[in-house]
């Protein structure tokens, strides 16, 4: 199934549209209702290039460590807990991991 981003202002299609088209950048913005910067982005883009990026971030602000990373895993491997509970629980002991950090430690 195709996923579209929830707060997209266009679709695949209306953003291939975009990047095929010759008409001027604000024709397009008004047409579909959005910026001059939005259909540029299109356009530079490129047709083959219409479907929604994923928004996670490449890199971790923070990374949890070796030892960080074991206990986590104990953790969750002795308790048996949901994310959820497993990040309540570490907050007291770890402050500076958070829910992401944690999901992808274990």
Known sequence: MLQIH???RTTPAVRAEIA???EPTSVLA???G????TVRKWRRRGSDACQDRSSRP???AW???EEER???CQLRRSTGFGLDDLTFVLRHFLPHLNR???GHSG
């Open 6 to 8: 929830p707060q997209a």
């Open 20 to 22: 095929r088209s010759s």
């Open 30 to 32: 008004r047409r579909y």
């Open 34 to 37: 959005i910026s001059d910067e």
């Open 58 to 60: 490449w890199r971790l």
């Open 63 to 65: 990374k949890a460590s």
């Open 70 to 72: 074991a206990i986590v």
């Open 100 to 102: 992401d950090i944690i």
